[in-house]
């Protein structure tokens, strides 16, 4: 696989095939940006450039031993180093300093094989403080011929030491057309599914995919109505709608994900009644409509309300609790 056959990305691809090209490759480089839109994969091409038996100018041949190998995962001089979990309750994965230290000892060696050892940290982020501040002294002081490759979804949890000393390469959502073409060669969705799947999928891979979006996605009316009406009148109907959710609690990541973008296009049409801003444009009519009954700061107060409600439940938050207490706040805004 060369840079050209990766969907979407042409910023990135640009600054990499270019540095290729001028061997200019720098020690670090942090990606950053929206999860699953191909920064790991951009990153794995990468290596396989750096060590490819036969480059061309658009990067890696994908044939070769090496390309094989790194596709594999099984290339000597290329680690890919990720968050794993603890015990199987953990919620979230973590990269500790074992996992780092493994990594250090691993770019202690001269290349074996290829011509650049290579370390991938996927989702740098969650390196937890010790394993961070390990990490530090590799970027400080980078082994030669070393390429060292930091993906991030969320840059500002990473300690700014480690971003100053890494070339940032910015990410951006993929295109509908991208994300269409991707769904196209998998075989678990349907034809027509593409374009209701590639509209939701606020242009990550990994929403696009989602198992529940078209049918949480049919929730959008319910959500406006919700946000719509939502009162201190009627805490009844908040309770039972709490009750419900929190026994789905494996839908609710993308419920949110839904009620949050809701909240952004009514900003919008509240503010500068753009309808090419908003996401969801076949509900402008009847965004409009709710977009009349409330004022901004209200919806405003609302967006961060669920953005606090998301960041409690990726911790342990009682998910019951939590969205009472974000529609108990949504009944005090107006
Ligand atoms: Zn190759």
Redesign the pocket.
């Given at each position: 696989m060369a840079f050209k056959d990766i969907l979407g990305q042409d910023l990135p691809k640009q600054i990499l095939s270019q540095a290729l090209k001028n061997q200019t490759v720098a020690n670090s480089y942090l990606f950053y940006g929206p999860e699953s839109v191909g920064k790991k994969l951009l990153a794995l091409e990468l290596a396989?450039s750096l060590n490819?038996?036969?480059?061309g100018l658009g990067g890696?041949?994908?044939?070769?031993i090496?390309?094989q190998k790194i596709q594999q995962g099984t290339h000597p001089d290329v680690s890919l180093l990720e968050p794993s979990k603890s015990s199987p309750t953990v919620r979230e994965g973590a990269i500790r300093i074992d996992d780092v230290r493994g990594l250090q000892k691993k770019l202690g060696f001269l290349p074996y094989e290829g011509a650049f050892k290579v370390a991938v940290v996927n989702d740098a982020e969650l390196m937890n403080l010790q394993a961070a501040n390990s990490f530090l002294k590799t970027l400080e002081d980078p082994p030669g011929q070393t390429v060292i490759i930091l993906t991030a979804a969320n840059p500002f949890k990473l300690l700014p030491t480690i971003v100053s000393r890494c070339q940032g390469v910015k990410f951006h959502p993929l295109s509908n057309e991208a994300i269409k073409n991707i769904l196209s060669g998998r075989e678990d969705v349907s034809a027509e599914e593409r374009t209701p799947r590639a509209a939701l999928s606020q242009g990550q891979v990994n929403r696009a995919l989602d198992p529940d979006l078209l049918e949480v996605a049919q929730c959008r009316e319910g959500l406006l109505h919700m946000i719509e009406t939502v009162s201190f009148k009627r805490v009844d109907v908040l309770f039972e709608w709490t009750r419900i959710w929190s026994k789905n609690a494996s839908r609710l990541p993308t419920l949110l994900d839904q009620l949050t973008v809701l909240l952004r296009d009514l900003a919008y049409v509240k503010s500068c009644d753009d309808s090419g801003l908003i996401k969801n444009r076949d509900l402008n009519a009847r965004l409009q409509s709710v977009a009349a009954k409330k004022k901004l700061s209200g919806i405003l107060n609302m967006f961060e309300n669920v953005q606090q409600t998301q960041l409690a439940l990726s911790g342990n938050a009682n998910v019951q609790l939590a969205l009472e207490n974000m529609l108990l706040n949504f009944c005090s805004t107006h």
């Open positions: 396989k490819c038996g036969e480059p890696s041949c994908g044939a070769c090496s390309c």
